[in-house]
């Protein structure tokens, strides 16, 4: 299984920005897809994530209704939507893949990464 993120970019504070994680490879059912970050010097942080087959989805507590995750099913897709961007939302955005049932939040737990897409907020 293969994962590449895309949509990264510069933004102003208060932007938007939606993130897209397309996988690839072998049939492709995981248990459920997340999204995680990096800031430097920082640990990898939990944004977000969906279980695949039941569309169920989890926040880290600092999204606050900012950021969305969805996920196409037909095209392996998985995004999310980021809005009211804030200067601390600056970091490294992965999304990854986690084979089978249990807890979505901690990253040690993922089988499968993307390669990160950047997402600088500033003016």
């Known amino acids: 299984v293969q994962l590449q993120a895309s949509g990264g970019g510069l933004v102003q504070p208060g932007g938007s920005l939606r993130l897209s994680c397309a996988a690839s490879?072998?049939?492709?059912?995981?248990?459920?897809m997340g999204w995680f970050r990096q800031a430097p010097e920082k640990g990898r942080e939990f944004v977000a994530a969906?279980?695949?087959?039941?569309?169920?989805?989890y926040y880290g507590s600092f999204t606050k209704g900012r950021f969305t995750i969805s996920k196409d099913t037909a095209k392996n897709t998985v995004y999310l939507q980021m809005v009211s961007l804030k200067p601390e939302d600056t970091a490294v955005y992965y999304c990854?893949?986690?084979?089978?049932?249990?807890?979505?939040?901690?990253?040690?737990?993922?089988?499968?990464w993307g390669q990160g897409t950047q997402v600088t907020v500033s003016s």
């Open positions: 990854a893949a986690k084979s089978s049932l249990g807890t979505l939040n901690y990253p040690q737990w993922y089988d499968y």
């Open positions: 490879g072998r049939t492709f059912g995981p248990y459920g």
């Open positions: 969906i279980t695949w087959s039941s569309g169920r989805t």
